[in-house]
């Protein structure tokens, strides 16, 4: 045998030109980084659903939010002293079941329009209570038509004339509600009236006309011209 030391072979299977240190890491470069990518079916996939859906995706999918409950006949009770047309009531409540409405919401919006319909009838109040002030105070300032506190007899007179002959408490009633009472030209007028009807009582109407005579002798034309006959002026 020679002296001298001869290598070893290497073992079968060994990359050529590799050590020790090379087995004892694993290998080489290429295996490492091969044994480091995770195959498929790893924990890093077990999460993803079929056809690329998320297991939440994949799982029960939400429902739609359920529509609010729409009442077959709303609730409404009105208040006290308001009245209601039925008919405009059916079709105020067939807008809001159109419209989806459910009865709190038709209670809100009700309320809602009663308040402003409210406020716009106390407006119109107010604004009808000022119009008779100023119609009054023009009264008042007429000398023609008033002393300063209200009207003059003369003028009262001429107007109760005409009321108490037409109308009544009917009239009076009207002329109150509506407010022309204190209308200036409604006054005015009603006292021109009376004045030119120029009598103190209302006129009887409920006198008949006195018989008429067809005849031409003397005694039917007195008949006719004065009441009575030639003989029983005689």
Known sequence: ???EP????APAGAPAGGGATDTLMGGSTESTANETQQPAGTAATEGAAPNGESAQEGGEQEKPPEKPAVPEKYEFTPPEGFSVDEKAMGQYEAAAREAGLTQEQFSAITQHGLQFVQQQLE???HAQHEQAMKWRQEVLSDRTLSDGTGLNPEAKAAADRVIQSYGGKDLVQALAETGAGNNPTVIRA?????KAMGLDE???KGKPAPERRSGSSFD???QRLYGQSAKAGA
């Open 1 to 3: 045998m020679s002296d």
């Open 202 to 204: 209302p006129p009887d």
């Open 220 to 222: 039917d034309i007195a």
């Open 123 to 125: 407006q119109a109040g």
């Open 190 to 194: 009603f006292v021109q009236i009376g």
């Open 6 to 9: 001869t290598s070893a072979a």
